[in-house]
């Protein structure tokens, strides 16, 4: 399972703070800071290389899912604009 998100988003950093799945997640930002990342979820975080995963899955919006669903990818958008906005860590 990839979680694609902008860590520069506040509500996302939410987001992906409280996330949880029983599949393993790997994490993609699509923008921000890795370490802080990764410090904050305690997770390994990957990087979006210029939009090469996005563009062939074709995801247009963050924070985006994308697991596999028999042969093919599922990709489901997150609505988190009634999330509240997670500070980032000084």
């Known amino acids: 399972m990839l979680v694609f998100f ?3 988003d506040a509500r996302q950093r939410r987001f992906a703070s409280e996330y949880q799945n029983a599949k393993p997640i790997k994490w993609v930002l699509t923008g921000g800071s890795p370490n802080q990342m990764a410090t904050l ?3 390994r975080m990957y990087f979006a290389q ?3 995963l996005t ?3 074709n995801i247009t919006h963050v924070p985006a899912i994308a697991y596999q669903e028999g042969t093919r990818w599922r990709i489901d958008e997150v609505n ?3 999330l509240l ?3 980032r860590e000084p």
């Open 41 to 43: 979820l305690k997770a």
């Open 80 to 82: 988190v604009s009634g």
């Open 55 to 57: 563009e062939k899955l």
């Open 6 to 8: 902008d860590a520069r």
């Open 85 to 87: 906005p997670l500070a």
């Open 50 to 52: 210029q939009g090469f």
